[in-house]
Nanobody, 115 residues
Framework: QVQLVESGGGLVQAGGSLRLSCAAS????????MDWYRQAPGKQRELVAT???????GYADSVKGRFTVSRENAWNAVYLQMNSLKPEDTAVYYC?????????WGQGTQVTVSS
């Protein structure tokens, strides 16, 4: 059973930084692409960043230049470094992976950015 557990969320002032972590188990992590999504109250869940098994990355326009996704296959972990945070970044952040066409999600971690 694939399990994803996020951590690192919290309350931060605008302009501050947070680093989210996602720990994976139950899968051959090194071959999985990993995604970070977020969902703000009253809004649809949106893709924030993605990293392939080979380390190629992609970002939503709204976070380019501020967020950095990385992975450490030896630790079965993926990270999201978030800098220059804005109030509009406030959301629950989720990591996700697909294994054999099944999507697995973590429970999410709350990020709140105060103005």
């Amino acid at each position: 059973q694939v399990q994803l557990v996020e951590s690192g969320g919290g309350l931060v002032q605008a302009g501050g930084s947070l680093r989210l972590s996602c720990a994976a188990s139950g899968t051959i992590f090194s071959i999985n692409a990993m995604d970070w999504y977020r969902q703000a109250p009253g809004k649809q869940r949106e893709l924030v960043a993605t990293i392939t098994s080979g380390g190629n990355t992609g970002y939503a326009d709204s976070v380019k230049g501020r967020f950095t996704v990385s992975r450490e296959n030896a630790w079965n972990a993926v990270y999201l470094q978030m800098n220059s945070l804005k109030p509009e970044d406030t959301a629950v952040y989720y990591c996700k992976t697909d294994v054999f066409r099944t999507s697995y999600w973590g429970q999410g971690t709350q990020v709140t950015v105060s103005s």
